[in-house]
T-cell receptor, first 114, second 110 residues
Framework: ETGVTQSPTHLIKTRGQQVTLRCSSQ?????VSWYQQALGQGPQFIFQ???????GRGNFPPRFSGLQFPNYSSELNVNALELDDSALYLC?????????????FGEGSRLTVL | RKEVEQDPGPFNVPEGATVAFNCTYS??????FFWYRQDCRKEPKLLMS???SGNEDGRFTAQLNRASQYISLLIRDSKLSDSATYLC???????????FGTGTRLTIIP
């Protein structure tokens, strides 16, 4: 069983640029959530996707957007990058119908904005 | 006030000791409670869910006090491999919109 995979693992951007991060969910999981984890902080909920629709959003501006594809993989897009966007971006998948609350995280994409 | 508050530590505890972590949450409507573990530079992983009646998994015991909006985690007979950051996690339902605390860093000393 393949776990959650994310790409790229590391990237460096400059202020004002745009970035796309990708996530492949674990086999059998159709819900994907994205979290931002700044250094020394806990993960912060960005949004969740279920059946290609956004299913809840945290306190992030509209320049954070996402997509979920028919194969349940997902993208996180961030426009007009700011220095404070530097963080580890975690994707997590979970199966539907199993309301245990467990999220299966990928290893993350570490974004540095200069 | 933060939605989920934890003592960031660090807690430096000798091997074999018992250690307890506490966490408070602000939203009384919360229905989902968890402890996640995060090793250095790795992703978080579920340690255990927390139920109102309290629950135990081997050396780990979790308690929830809804009246005080307080969650605890007790680790008995601590092992070197328990060294990690422990994240208190609260949500409205299931795995939706989970709110993570900043984490409590634990180091077990030989």
């Amino acid at each position: 069983e393949t776990g959650v995979t994310q790409s790229p693992t590391h990237l460096i951007k400059t202020r004002g640029q745009q970035v796309t991060l990708r996530c492949s969910s674990q086999s059998g999981h159709n819900t994907v959530s994205w979290y931002q984890q700044a250094l020394g902080q806990g993960p912060q909920f960005i949004f969740q996707y279920y059946r290609e629709e956004e299913n809840g959003r945290g306190n992030f501006p509209p320049r954070f957007s996402g997509l979920q594809f028919p194969n349940y993989s997902s993208e996180l897009n961030v426009n007009a990058l700011e220095l404070d966007d530097s963080a580890l971006y975690l994707c997590a998948s979970s199966p539907t119908g199993l309301n245990t609350g467990e999220l299966f995280f990928g290893e993350g994409s570490r974004l540095t904005v200069l | 006030r933060k939605e989920v508050e934890q003592d960031p530590g660090p807690f430096n505890v000798p091997e074999g000791a018992t250690v307890a972590f506490n966490c408070t949450y602000s939203n009384s409507a919360s229905q989902s409670f968890f402890w996640y573990r995060q090793d250095c530079r790795k992703e978080p992983k579920l340690l255990m869910s927390v139920y109102s009646s309290g629950n135990e998994d081997g050396r780990f015991t979790a308690q929830l006090n809804r009246a005080s909006q307080y969650i605890s985690l007790l680790i008995r007979d601590s092992k070197l491999s328990d060294s990690a950051t422990y994240l208190c996690v609260v949500g409205p339902k299931g795995n939706e919109k989970l709110t993570f605390g900043t984490g409590t860093r634990l180091t077990i000393i030989p």
